[in-house]
């Protein structure tokens, strides 16, 4: 057996953990709390790290102006707060989108690379530390060294990924997350449920990511029919931000596959939510991968409870409901784009161009 794996951010999981582990914010002497624009604010997550800074008497300031798919620009404006304001740490609170703008920021506070460089340098190994509390059960991104950004000069999203990216500290409540809508519960339920079967059908699967994997889906699947209903109680968010958390553990050691390089044309072009973009493709990529590696596939459905790919397209539709409408000749563009994708070169068994473009159209025309 060979197994290398390495996830060094201490992870927290519980009820009111933010207050209760007062001490871990004292770990520098200034913060920038990076956010979205409001949903902190009413959630109590916000109050909750603003609470424990003070218990510490550690400084803070507030940089809130991240847009959902943060921009490289957004990234380079939060950076400047950081140095402005001194900052030697960062605390992310929010879905993926201000976990992925904090990580940036926190590699650009100290590391000077041009913005038109940003997506290809080499990042190096330096990065203020960062405290993340997610506030959507989806992207996993506290614990992965990745933060996606989007490119407007590739007309795409893209990621920049190293270890020093990996945040300190995980804090994950799920009261945050009690009044989530039902579609970005349900997106961003189909993101986690779409990393840890996209970490199975990774070139990069291994024996341990393979088994938080499971556990993984079995969690999102068991709640399944909870989504489609759009009924969830506390114990069921609690559920799903583990399992969020457990996806994210997968991918930071497999990364994703063509689903996610997929489905970022889906929301460049079309605004998808990036869950829901993922959904759309993850049954029929499923079923391209069962071609070339289907034990490995009953495996996936087992954890489910299902036998046939069938039946998982079916469940997902049901889930995410009627499709959005799509162009042939669109098409064509997406999968030129998705060729060229790190994340297609990490499937299982990567699909040629003309597969993706088939890929596309089964699961979208
Ligand atoms: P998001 O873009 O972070 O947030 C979506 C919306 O939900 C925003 O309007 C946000 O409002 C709101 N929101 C967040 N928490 C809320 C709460 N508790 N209650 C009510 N509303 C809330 O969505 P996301 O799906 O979590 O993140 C998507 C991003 O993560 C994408 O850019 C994707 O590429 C990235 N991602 C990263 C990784 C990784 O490993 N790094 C993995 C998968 C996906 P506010 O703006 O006001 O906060
Ligand atoms: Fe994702």
Not at 51 to 59: D, G, I, M, P, S
Request: hydrophobic share 40%; charged share 25%; proline share 3%.
């Amino acid at each position: 057996m060979e197994l290398g794996f390495y996830m060094p951010t201490k992870v927290i999981v519980g009820a009111d953990c933010v207050r209760r582990n007062a001490d871990i914010f004292g770990i520098g002497k200034k913060a920038l709390i990076v956010t979205g624009a409001s949903s902190a604010k009413k959630n109590g997550a916000l109050d909750d790290a603003v609470h424990a800074l003070k218990a510490k008497n550690v400084q803070y300031a507030v940089f809130d102006k991240v847009m959902s798919n943060p921009t490289i620009n957004c990234v380079y404006e939060g950076a400047e707060a950081a140095m402005e304001e001194e900052a030697d740490f960062i605390v992310a609170i929010g879905g993926g989108s201000p976990m992925d703008a904090a990580k940036a920021i926190a590699l650009l506070a100290v590391t000077d690379i041009d913005k038109k460089e940003l997506l290809t340098a080499d990042i190096g190994s330096r990065a203020l530390p960062m405290i993340h509390i997610p506030t959507t059960a989806g992207t996993g991104s506290e614990v992965t060294p990745y933060s996606i950004l989007t490119n407007h000069e590739k007309k795409t999203k893209a990621s920049i990924g190293a270890p020093c990216l990996f945040p300190s500290y995980a804090l994950l409540d799920a009261k945050y997350t009690d009044h989530l809508g039902k579609r970005t519960t349900v997106n961003t339920a189909i993101d986690a449920l779409s990393h840890s079967v996209e970490g199975m059908m990774s070139a990069r699967a291994n024996i341990m990511a393979d088994a938080i994997a499971r556990e993984g889906i079995r969690i999102i699947s068991s709640l399944f029919d909870k989504l489609i209903q759009g009924y969830l109680t506390r114990p069921d968010r609690e559920q799903l931000l583990y399992a969020s958390m457990l996806g994210g553990v997968v991918i930071s050691q497999t990364k994703t596959t063509a689903v996610h390089s997929m489905g970022y044309s889906l929301t460049y072009f079309h605004g998808i939510d990036h869950g829901r973009a993922n959904g759309l493709l993850l049954g029929e990529f499923t079923e391209y991968t069962e071609r070339y590696a289907p034990s490995k596939v009953r495996d996936i459905l087992s954890c489910m409870n299902m036998t046939s790919v069938g039946e998982f397209k079916a469940k997902l539709s049901r889930i995410l409901g009627a499709k959005e409408k799509f162009e042939p000749e669109e098409l064509e563009m997406y999968a030129d784009i998705a060729d060229a994708a790190g994340g297609t070169r990490n499937s299982f068994h990567r699909p040629e161009r003309d597969e993706i473009l088939g890929i596309y159209r089964k699961s979208l025309l």
